[in-house]
């Protein structure tokens, strides 16, 4: 969570996302099959007619329906009828005389479920795209002279635009067709991405006395609070609650989930759910006034363990954790209440004015368990069964109301389940994890069912985009046996299926089953590479201690995809454990056994192969086979994006050859507007490595400054990344916002709110090469922030950049590169001091341009009269770099800032108007204009 600051939530409201966003759901809508067709098509209808609809087209079973129309209304004045046929809109007849069979077909059989009159609406959607002819081709038929009005045809472009313009207008229905389209569901939380909080249940109704306990046990001076009460009371949901009320009291707030934890070990080694790394939660707590919500800790809790945290108390933060065990006498621990008989038959669905008869005697048995209240309602609504028979047959097992934990109640209810969601359920229970990627569980249950369990909301959203959960009591009462073998084998078979292709789903699903994965790799023992090795490589803290089974293993064109792919990530794996320096041999001998593997490889090996041969060619040095390599690869997979990538990579190293740049220009052109046109298709790592060689490529920089739409586009991506957690998003970002942060500054301020998680890892996990990128991109945003008036985020932004300011400075003196951007970050943090002491650790030889530069902005923000000479010698040194050139207009300016401090504001505007004839169109230039306009307003008074 950020300060408030305008726009600065993800929101949609460009037109450009939304036909990109359009034309993905298009080719989603396309693939579909019938069944999905039936059911989203059945869904648009009453969102737009506003009336609840009978679905015969397919059966409780998801089975075809035959002799019926598909969907119609209780007086069948109102008729849907869906179709996946490819030649829908296709025309059989002549042009003066068009016949459209399929089209036909569906009005006959509409007419024939009820003869049309006045009040008659026939909906006909199909998965097809209209032609351009389609329409005043049909207005010629006796169909559309007959009906007109109140015949709709939606084609996939329609069906399109209104499934996301229902989606944005209305929550509920966003949830509903997320189910159905995964690029959608990840559009959404892309632009509607609400933090780092989970999602709040479905039918969710706040429990204000838990609210109420936790705000009176702060406010009488307590810092931590351990909300604890029986699984299914809603402790989660109370937390979210907490936070969402009192964000306008907190400048920031952190959640970690169940196993991010254990109390048993100091917070500084707090590891993510997501990615495996750890979170700096410490020095972020300590930074500035902060929640702590620590979700899930199922043991007793000793205050010390957050005596660290004592400079944030300080501060204001508080720490908030909720558990299922309770401390008696512990001045720390808020039971939790239950809610109120109201709220519990709001969540249960009933008018608390006048409940069914029986109800309150339900609710009476389970008003403390919101979840078994919201689980019994979902399979009331989803089955339609009377509400008094519902509760009478629950109630009337002798064992169910036994106890206190709500387990036995709510067997009985999963009872009511279908076959086919029951037996999900207990696959998904079975795995022994309560969490899964939503692209696995398709793989592990199939979509429909899935979907079942989606639409009962037995499966959410979970706090990361693209994860589903089950609440841990209904996974406890539908558990049939404990198979985490079980859940290896699965998503060892998901990764084979996706042939090894490390795309998000993928990735979310290896780290949310690492336990299982390598439990299943030690029973296996020594073996020849497989997919689950290959899995096992992506695990941070897991491939360091099994890539030694793959490094030693000879590159063999025989081998299976699994095993060449492990040998070859193994490898790089290794590389990145030797010295700069003898690095180029070891990938020179990489090259020698990839291009002897070559000469028998076939298919997607030898492109492989061929990929790596150019990557370690260009590592090496050997530039020109590089390039001649990756050429050779395109004409075989012209469609490889990392080949691209790869190209531009090394069109932006400093020993490339004038053809190798050129080439690195194309490559990076055809990538970034690849990436623009279908983001979905291009490999998360190889976008972001893309956005990185930016900073070489000022005229791709400039081209793409001036199309805002283009700009927004990849902020989309980033955000992807920054929710996956790679390791490249830092890198990008800082390319991202010193190239574009000036020109675009409100898409930096949303996408660092949305990437909130990846600067609350701990900078030892991101790696020293990263830390530069991490805090500069911070501090580029807080810069654009200051600029925009924005005080409060600036603080915050710049407050964090200095983690990394200090984590740098912590490995050593450093050298002239590393030292200007630590400068920066100080200057801008509002620490100009500290920067002039970071500036003075460089030798005096080594000092450039660039380091003057940020020489005279400190010494500039501290009122030193030296600011001027820095300045003018930073200027200077710069009109001899010609690589430098494309900076001149902001060098001019600070020497004129410098000018005007020291009351020459006559040279100021003739440093304010060389500034000017050296800046391109944008934001910066209309500044400088503003500025020279003061200036010389003020020489003439």
Known sequence: MLDQYPDASPQMPFESIKQRITKGLMEEIGAFDPVGLEIVGHKL??????????????????????????????????????STTKNYFENEGAATAPIFSKIRDDIDAAKAHRTPSDSTKIYLMSTQQEQASFRSRFNLTDAHAELGDRLVILDARELAKLVYDFSVERPEAAAFFRQFFPRFDEALDQYEYYGRLPAQCENHHSNQAAIAALQDHFDSGHSIAVLHGVSGSGKTQVAVDFVLNESEG?????WLAAGDWHPDTPLSAVTRMRGGRPLNVVGNFNAIKTILVIDRIDQTIDESAFAQLQPGFDKGGVVMVTSQVAATGSASHVPIPPPSAEVALLILGEDPAAPAPSSREFVNSCRSLPVVLATARSIIEAQGVARDVFYAEVLEMPDVLSGDDGYSILRRILDRLSEAPRAALEKIANTGLTMHDAGFLTHLVGNLPKLELQKLAILSPAGVPGVLLVHELVARAALTANDGGGLALEVESYVEKLGGEMIPSTLRQIHLARSALVAEHDRRGLRDPDWLLYALLQLEGVKEAVFGMCARRQINADDTLAALLCGIDAR????????????????????????????????????????????????????????????????????????????????AQKSATEEAKRAGEEALRKLVDLVIANDASVPLRVAMAALANLRRYTGVVAELNQDESRVN?????????????????????????????????????????????????????????????????????????KRSGNEVLARRLSGSSLVYAEALLAHGIPDSYAARGIAKLFTIAGQPARALEVIGMVPVDRVDHWLRYRRAEAELALGMPQALGSAQSALAELQADPSARHVLAAYFDLVARCLVAAGDIQGAIEQSQRALAHCDEGRFERELTARLAELEAAATT
């Open 572 to 651: 790089e794996q290794y590389a990145y454990s030797l010295t700069w320096q003898d690095r180029p041999a070891y990938y020179a001998a990489c090259a020698d056994e990839y291009r002897a593997a070559l000469e028998r490889a076939h298919g997607r090996s030898r492109s492989e192969l061929l990929h790596h041969l150019g990557k370690a060619y260009r590592r090496c040095g050997a530039t020109d086979q590089a390039l001649a390599t990756f050429n050779e690869l395109l004409e075989v997979e012209p469609g490889w994006h990392a080949t691209l990538g790869q190209i531009a990579h090394l069109g």
């Open 45 to 82: 209808i009453e969102l737009l007619e506003n009336k609840r609809l009978v679905h015969h087209g397919i059966n409780s079973d998801y089975r075809f329906s035959g002799y019926t129309v598909d969907s119609f209304d209780d007086g069948s004045t109102l008729i849907g009828q869906y």
């Open 250 to 254: 907190f400048d920031n707030y952190i």
């Open 713 to 785: 586009a990849l902020g989309r991506v980033l955000s992807q990344a920054a929710l996956e957690g790679l390791d490249q998003f830092y890198d990008a970002f800082y390319a991202f916002t010193s190239k574009f942060g000036y020109n675009h500054p409100d898409l930096m301020f949303r996408l660092v709110n949305a990437s909130g998680d990846m600067f609350q890892v701990s900078p030892a996990a991101i790696g020293k090469e990263h830390l530069g990128s991490a805090g500069e991109a911070l501090a580029n945003v807080a810069a654009n922030a």
